[in-house]
């Protein structure tokens, strides 16, 4: 069991698709309680934007890219800044689907906007994930220990 984990946890894109998991639901339960709390879709898109960002940066800095702790706050902006754009992407997804034109989804669930905001949630996460991964590889996590 323990050559398995380590097996994965030295494969780079199998390491990056379990904390991008990982990632993925700290980012949407984040979002999803804020939603139900206050009824807002952008604050909640970008307060669990947020906490997908802190996660994920510590998870991909240390286990996923393995990178040296020096130069780290470096990474860090550098990384902010990349997934801005992704940020960007779920916050025009937001407007559209859920803000602006909910009927598009919500035709499909009686209007029920939970579900309109639970569904737009999962479909940009798909796109998210994928773009992540491009500008981390890229941008970011471009050296290794």
Do not use: C
Request: aromatic share 14%; glycine share 4%; proline share 1%.
């Amino acid at each position: 069991m323990k050559k398995l984990v380590h097996r994965i946890f030295n494969n780079e894109i199998l390491a990056y698709l379990i904390f991008g998991v990982a990632t993925t639901i700290v980012s949407v339960a984040t979002r999803l309680i804020v939603f139900q709390l206050t009824d807002q879709e952008q604050l909640a898109t970008l307060i669990g934007n947020i906490a997908g960002i802190l996660f994920a940066f510590a998870t991909n800095d240390t286990i996923v890219f393995k990178q040296e702790r020096k130069g780290w706050f470096k990474r860090l902006i550098v990384f902010s800044f990349a997934r801005m754009g992704t940020l960007v992407l779920d916050l025009l997804m937001t407007t559209i689907f859920v803000t602006q034109y909910p009927q598009i989804i919500g035709q499909f669930v009686n209007m029920n906007r939970m579900a309109i905001n639970t569904i737009e949630t999962f479909a940009a996460q798909v796109m998210i994930v994928i773009l992540n991964y491009v500008f981390s590889k890229l941008f970011v996590f471009r050296n290794k220990k």
